[in-house]
């Protein structure tokens, strides 16, 4: 399993438009982006926001979520849309 922000000191601060770029953080990994995870069971991968801030708690929840995940029938998707399946297509 992966954990990670998804900001980062190497992005643009400016989007080519002008806006400014939401991925850019000057401070990052210690500023008040959420820590995000991923990871892979039995073909499926998975990604989503531990919707923290601070990465022990973010490393608690990462800990927790395959266990939960084993537990739910296949295609089983949280009310709140906690998990984002990605499933790629199967090649020939």
């Known amino acids: ?5 998804r900001c980062s000191k190497d992005e643009p601060p400016t989007l080519p438009n002008g806006d400014s770029n939401p991925l850019y953080c000057p401070t990052t990994p210690r500023c008040a982006h959420h820590w995000h995870y991923h990871f892979q069971i039995n073909g499926p991968r998975y990604r989503a926001s531990t ?3 601070d990465k022990h708690t973010a490393r608690d ?9 084993l537990a739910r029938p296949r ?15 199967r090649r020939t």
Do not use: C, N
Not at 75 to 89: D, F, K, Q
């Open 1 to 5: 399993m992966i954990l990670r922000k």
């Open 51 to 53: 919707e923290t801030a």
């Open 61 to 69: 929840i990462e800990a927790t979520e395959p266990d939960e995940d």
């Open 75 to 89: 295609g089983h998707s949280p009310a709140a849309g906690h998990y984002v399946p990605e499933v790629s297509p």
